[in-house]
Structures are given as structure tokens and as C-alpha cells.
């Protein structure tokens, strides 16, 4: 890797992002994103436990987890909680429905 100097060293340009209205300069085509997989994962509950307790467990164990029974579980998308919801079955299959949706601005507030 080449050190630049200095003097070679530039400004980068960025082409503006709205116009001189204050509006957006085009609309925003989503089509381009909206096949990009993405995980999404449902958490029951967590817990914390020494290494020497994990080794210990086995078929028929019972592991503690700080969420009470009948809460929301916690929807994540790629690792970003976006929701809560309920376990519900729905043609012999597990499913959740959800019961509240974390705005984008709560989730963009959470990361800070």
C-alpha cells in the first residue's frame, strides 16, 4: 500500500442530495433491494452461565432464561430488533404474530 503525501491528497466530491427546494432530487427506487435476502430470527429469552454449568447440560436439562412466561418475544432482522410478537400455530407450524413494531427512529436512537 503506497502512502499518498500530503500535497497529493484531495477533497472528495459528493453530488448533492436534495435540491435547492430542500425536497428530495428523485424519488428513491426500492425494486433493486426488495429480493435481497435478509434473517430474520425470533429470541424467546437469554441467560449468562459459566462455561463449567454449559458443559454440564444434557438431553432433559431445564436453563433458566431472565424473560418471564408470556412475554413478547423479540423479532431481529440481521441482528436489529424491529419487533415483538406472540408464538401463534398456524397449519401445525410455529409462527409469531407480531404486536408491536419498532419505528425506524427508535431503532436508529438505539444504536447510539
Known amino acids: 500500500m503506497n502512502a499518498l503525501s500530503a500535497e497529493a491528497a484531495q477533497a472528495a466530491e459528493f453530488a448533492r442530495l436534495n435540491d435547492e427546494s430542500g425536497g428530495a432530487a428523485r424519488e428513491v427506487n426500492l425494486d433493486v433491494i426488495l429480493d435481497v435476502p435478509v434473517t430474520l430470527s425470533m429470541?424467546?429469552?437469554r441467560t449468562r452461565i459459566p462455561i463449567r454449568n454449559l458443559l454440564q447440560l444434557n438431553?432433559?436439562?431445564v436453563v433458566e432464561l431472565?424473560?418471564?412466561?408470556g412475554e413478547p418475544l423479540d423479532v431481529?432482522?440481521?441482528?436489529?430488533l424491529i419487533a415483538h410478537?406472540?408464538?401463534?400455530?398456524?397449519?401445525?407450524?410455529?409462527?409469531?404474530?407480531?404486536t408491536d413494531v419498532i419505528s425506524p427512529a427508535e431503532r436508529i436512537r438505539k444504536l447510539k
Open 43 to 45: 429470541e424467546v429469552g
Open 66 to 69: 431472565e424473560r418471564a412466561a
Open 76 to 80: 431481529y432482522v440481521n441482528g436489529t
Open 85 to 98: 410478537g406472540e408464538v401463534v400455530v398456524v397449519n401445525e407450524k410455529f409462527g409469531i404474530r407480531l
Open 59 to 61: 438431553q432433559g436439562s
